[in-house]
């Protein structure tokens, strides 16, 4: 079983949709989540970073972040076919210490 | 946010030859960079923790003798790839963390490098 786990998708949703994206993990050490977003061919990109539990918005991004149930979870309002990528869930135990990753979800936005 | 770039984007060798793969951090200083592999359609995979001033830490199953890692400054770490047979063909990426930014364990990445062997 991996450390963190991701539906790889595809998700395809039709632009102004929200986007639901999710990752659950096994380890209760994981104290710092992130969010990236990666385009095809290109490195990630931060989009959300989160520090133990509880929401956060940012724009049209929220990530929430539940420890008690080893879930986080990162919602895309009013989607737009620029948003279409692959999102990874991304996650580590302590400062300065190396991430894990989830498998990434892709993610389709239909004009 | 800070900038990473990776030098070449992409490089096309033939099988048993060396590639060398350049991480720079353009605006800030990184003690730790960290190296990953790609395959299409997967995640990153973390190969090894480059610290400066001393040797990499490999993941488990990483041959340290193929991927040679150094880090020679605070802002460039260089991963080589010795004898490289095509099954090393991957989309390598780095990732360093500003030791001075406002949220730890944060990474910020570079492009990437497709790495073709024939």
Redo the contacts between chains.
């Keep these: 079983q991996k450390e963190v786990e991701q539906d790889p998708g595809p998700l395809s949703v039709p632009e102004g949709a929200i986007v639901s994206l999710n990752c659950t993990y096994s380890n209760s050490a994981f104290q710092y989540f992130m969010w990236y977003r990666q385009y095809s061919r290109k490195g990630p990109e931060l989009l959300m970073y989160t520090y133990s539990s509880g929401n956060k918005e940012d724009g049209r991004f929220t990530a929430q972040v539940d420890k008690s149930s080893k879930y986080i979870s990162l919602f895309i309002r009013d989607s737009q076919p620029s948003d279409s990528a692959t999102y990874l869930c991304a996650m580590a135990k302590t400062a300065g210490n190396k991430l894990t990753f989830g498998g990434g979800t892709r993610v389709l936005v239909k004009p | ?1 800070a900038v ?1 770039s ?1 030098h070449p984007s992409w490089v096309i060798c033939k099988s048993g030859t060396s590639v060398k793969i350049e991480c720079r951090s353009l605006d800030f200083q990184a003690t ?1 960079m ?1 190296w990953y592999r790609q395959f299409p ?4 995979m ?1 190969m090894a ?1 480059s610290n400066e001033g001393s040797k990499a830490t490999y993941e488990q199953g990483v041959e340290k003798d193929k991927f040679l890692i150094n880090h020679a400054s605070l802002t460039l770490s260089t991963l080589t790839v010795t004898s490289a047979h095509p099954e090393d063909s991957s ?1 390598y ?1 780095c ?1 360093a ?1 500003d ?1 001075a930014g406002a ?10 490098t ?1 790495l073709t062997v024939l």
Excluded: A, D, H
Aim: aromatic share 14%.
């Design positions: 946010g990473v990776q730790t960290f359609k997967q995640s990153l973390l923790t989309f990426i990732s963390g030791p949220r730890l364990n944060e990474q910020f990445f570079g492009p990437g497709r």
